[in-house]
């Protein structure tokens, strides 16, 4: 059974940083890319960040471009997500996913299996 568990939300001030972690269960985190989604109340899913299998390769939203950074330890089965200069508007649910074959990166339907999320929330 595949698990992707997602830590490290909380609040945080506008300004600060917070560091997410997803660690994957029941499947080989290298043979996986892997994404990072954010969903508001009321608003559609929406891509963060991804990265490829092998970790060579990133992408951002616009939105976090410069502030947040996507890495990951194939060795531990761990996905991070870096956040820093963090916005109100960041305040969302953030999913972490894996992908065996990514055809478009911001697409959610790209994506296999989904976290359960963890809230980040951002005072201003």
């Known amino acids: 059974q595949v698990q992707l568990v997602e830590s490290g939300g909380g609040l945080v001030q506008a300004g600060g940083s917070l560091s997410l972690s997803c660690v994957a269960s029941?499947?080989?985190?290298?043979?996986?890319?892997m994404g990072w989604f954010r969903q508001a109340p009321g608003k559609d899913r929406e891509f963060v960040s991804a990265?490829?299998?092998?970790?060579?390769?990133?992408l951002y939203a616009d939105s976090v471009k410069g502030r947040f950074i996507i890495s990951r330890d194939n060795a531990k089965n761990t996905v991070y997500l870096q956040m820093s200069s963090v916005k109100p508007e960041d305040t969302a649910v953030y999913y972490c996913?894996?992908?065996?074959?990514?055809?478009?990166?911001?697409?959610?339907?790209?994506?296999?299996?989904w976290g359960q999320g963890t809230q980040v929330t951002v005072s201003s």
């Open positions: 990265i490829r299998w092998s970790g060579d390769s990133t």
């Open positions: 029941g499947l080989t985190l290298s043979n996986w890319h």
């Open positions: 996913s894996a992908a065996s074959r990514v055809r478009l990166w911001g697409n959610p339907s790209s994506y296999t299996y």
